[in-house]
């Protein structure tokens, strides 16, 4: 039987939550040291209200993709269970099809296809609350982590952490610390104060400033039918509606960094909410069905893509800590991969130091060698395709047509989306049913491409692309057009 530890989780966000809740589950006490003071709410709207001002993000559209979900319902099925009984819904492959689709036959593993109608406060709370019906979690709030501790034992040569200090002067010692403080943690700035080489960052900005707002139906409401798209690129500008708990919805708008013009309108909710009329996929929504739960329109910028570098050439800066979540890498927000990938690394930790309890330095590496395998080529993805957004967005702004150099590879790629991939989404079960597994994290990022027969589809619908009516444009087709709309 393997000795219990001591762990020391950094932060009580959804990485945070996720490894106290699997270390405790496989015997060992955790203290989550959380910097925000936040007590407990009685319900999913209390803890809307939550005070996290450590936590921007919580104010924002979230997705909880199949990944998540399945770990949920293998491992913690009691949380599962919670969740669906305060308001949280499935959405399930298969129940809202496109009325193009006319060949869908389910099969087994569209059972895996299941994602949360939920928002990030109300799943962070169900979260919270069965970590502490534990019994071996603990919360320490209203005190932030400053550094950490180490001894005298160096295993590979680098130090080892012992434990964790806190911002009143007191320590925690602890066989393992777990840092889950999110984006901006200071995890690097602690390491290397404590003599470890610095850690390197690999740093990629989105590219993108994200407006977000929730809604909730009015009584004797519906949501709209969910057969068509829930979003759109129209390269100027990014959008999507988010189902969440209780009746609830969010519509998140997002732009180009350079586009000081539209990130400046879009923070006031009147020309938020008369953007997103003027959007095919939001519209329906923003008819008079709901009315707003936010009075302001939550804004973030300085969105980056991080991968920070704690394993280098086989050897860890140090021993005996082990980042989660954010703190070891970021996504764009706009692709809904943050807290899936959160939990799924909160796991994938778990198994690490399961595999090997008595020994921190193979622990920390069999961690790192499982990210690199199972989520960094999302990490890869994610930038690639923010390259991509990035020259168009660019080209768009400039008054450029990003498609005018027919001879550059990516105009091709791009003809390749447009023409070929979503028009076989739209009526083709196999290429719809590959898209969703990948979108929710359940195939590899290349699974598509490497799939002959999809492939074999796209290219149908491409090279069929002048035998069908143009595509019905998903808003304004140009920049200047939806601004002549807003009441500004």
């Not at 009315?291 to 140090?318: I, K, Q, S």
């Amino acid at each position: 039987m393997v000795a219990a530890m001591h762990v020391v989780v950094v932060g009580g966000g959804v990485a945070g939550l996720g490894s106290a809740l699997v270390l405790a589950r496989q015997g060992h006490e955790v203290t989550v040291v959380e910097r925000d003071d936040t007590p407990m709410p009685s319900s999913a709207d209390d803890a809307f209200e939550w005070d996290r001002r450590g936590a921007p993000q919580v104010r924002h559209s979230h997705a909880f993709l199949a990944r998540l979900v399945g770990l949920l319902r293998s491992e913690h099925p009691d949380v599962y269970a919670d969740l669906l009984e305060e308001g949280a819904t499935e959405m399930r492959f298969g129940d809202d099809l496109p009325p193009t689709i006319g060949d869908f036959t389910r099969q087994a593993d569209d059972d895996e296809l299941v994602m949360l109608a939920c928002r990030r406060t109300t799943f962070e709370w169900v979260l919270r609350r069965c970590a502490l019906a534990e019994g071996r979690v603990t919360f320490r709030v209203g005190v932030g982590v400053d550094g950490v501790t180490t001894g005298t034992e160096r295993l590979a040569g680098v130090p080892h952490v012992s434990g964790v200090h806190l911002a009143d002067g007191s320590t925690i010692d602890a066989d393992l610390v777990v840092v889950a403080a999110g984006r901006r943690s200071a995890l690097s700035e602690w390491l290397e104060a404590a003599g470890t080489v610095p850690v390197v960052e690999e740093v990629d900005d989105t590219g993108i400033v994200y407006f977000s707002r929730f809604y909730r139906l009015r009584e004797g409401q519906e949501y709209p039918p969910r057969t068509g798209p829930i979003g759109g690129d129209l390269g100027y500008l990014k959008y999507g509606v988010f189902v969440g708990d209780n009746r609830s919805f969010s519509v998140t708008l997002a732009t180009p960094t350079d586009d000081d013009q539209l990130r400046k309108i879009l923070a006031d909710s009147v020309v938020f909410d008369e953007c997103a009329r003027q959007l095919v996929a939001t519209a329906p929504w923003l008819d008079g069905r709901a009315e707003p739960l936010t009075e302001d329109v939550h804004v973030m910028a300085g969105l980056l893509n991080r991968w920070r570098e704690y394993v280098v050439d086989g050897t860890p800066v140090a021993t005996g800590v082990i980042p989660v979540g954010d703190a070891v890498l970021c996504t764009n927000p706009l692709y809904g991969r943050g807290c899936s990938i959160a939990f799924w690394g909160a796991h994938l930790m778990a198994e690490a130091v399961a595999a090997h309890p008595n020994d921190p330095l193979a622990a920390v590496l069999a961690y790192d060698a499982a990210l690199r395998d199972e989520i960094m080529p999302w990490y890869r993805a994610g930038v690639e395709q923010d390259a991509e957004a990035r020259r168009v967005a660019a080209a768009l702004l400039a008054g450029d047509d990003p498609d005018g150099d027919t001879t550059d590879p990516r105009t091709f790629m791009r003809s390749v989306f447009r023409d070929g991939l979503l028009p076989a989404i739209r009526s083709d079960a196999v290429v719809l049913r590959a898209f969703f597994r990948s979108f929710n994290l359940l195939s590899t990022p290349d699974a598509m491409m490497k799939d002959a027969d999809v492939g074999a589809r796209v290219l149908a619908a491409w090279q069929d692309r002048d035998n069908r009516p143009p595509e019905e444009p998903l808003g304004p087709k140009h920049r200047a057009e939806l601004l002549e709309l807003l009441p500004v």
